[in-house]
């Protein structure tokens, strides 16, 4: 095996020689041939085979020499300047393809490396760096849909154990039934989120842009949650600007309005109040949705809108963290932009501003 392996390099080494060897040949020989007929020409003398086989006997050692010294050289410059950035690169790139995205090149000085293999290194640095995010990502992806569907898939199975428990009153086995019907809704409405999320973040859904009464639709959405607020005695301040007419795709801002909406009523105790606003500038529409519920503070109103991050634990089992993360990437799909301020005990508001066409 060493041998195969050895075969190709020498005859690598005979052909770069080789190469060496004819061009440095024709010159020395051009040139001392030029010189001999100068010579002879100016001093008159006379050229005889002796001379001429000394002089050729004389040019071929300095060429054998002198190929041998620009192969020798050829071949440290190309260890220096090129074996071993090569090496250093072939081998961050087997350690990435284990598995090892923190693996980093050291740029080579450019006196003793080409500046192409220091763009190459750089370019390789920042995959490495990109590739690592995503690892990252995708960890707590995989953990956070782990953990998210442990909760309600126990929740299950515990209600459907005690609905295998003989005697069950008619009472307790509906109250069993609706925790295994709950518990089901909220894997299939997760489930539902993520595939959204997913084909938002792979532009796989584009936007449909058609004209359409933005006010009607936020009342339309706010209807949806009438039992809601009759049920909590929660109250309903609106501000809405009528006939307030946008180009936009209808059935993704209705998702941002249903989850802002959602959330308000979520985080919103029994006797509170839910505001929403609807008011116009030249260019853009902006919605306001408030609550006076629990409030959050800075430090969990700065990742809302990562995916399952949810900061009130308390209402946990409500929801699974995707909302927010859709609003956020539909607003930015709609090239618009969305603002949170609360105070915590105080309550809650969410600012979307978008352009009216």
Known sequence: MKNEKRIPKILKAVSRYTLFFLVIAFPITCCLML???TMSGNMGLELTSENISTAAKLTFVNVVALSILFAVIDVIRRKITVDRPVRRITKAAEQMMQGDFTV???????????????????????MAEELSGVETLRTDFVANVSHEMKTPL?????????LQTPGLTEEKRLEYAKGVTDGARRLANMMTNMLKLNRLENQ????KATEYDLSEQLCECLLQFEDVWERRNIEIDTDLEDGVIVTADEELLTLVWNNLLSNAFKFTGDGGTVILKLKTTEHHAIVTVADTG????????AHIFDKFYQGDTSHATEGNGLGLALVKRVIDIMQGEIRVDSIPGQGTEFTVKIPKG
Not at 204 to 207: A, F, G, N, R
């Open 154 to 162: 126990a929740v299950m199975q515990n209600f459907g154990t005690l």
């Open 104 to 126: 980093r090149i050291e740029q080579f000085k450019e006196i003793t490396a080409n500046e192409g293999f220091n763009e190459i290194i750089r370019c390789f640095n920042q």
């Open 35 to 37: 010189f001999i007929r």
């Open 204 to 207: 796989q859904i584009y936007p």
């Open 294 to 301: 629990c409030g959050m503070s800075p430090e969990v109103g």
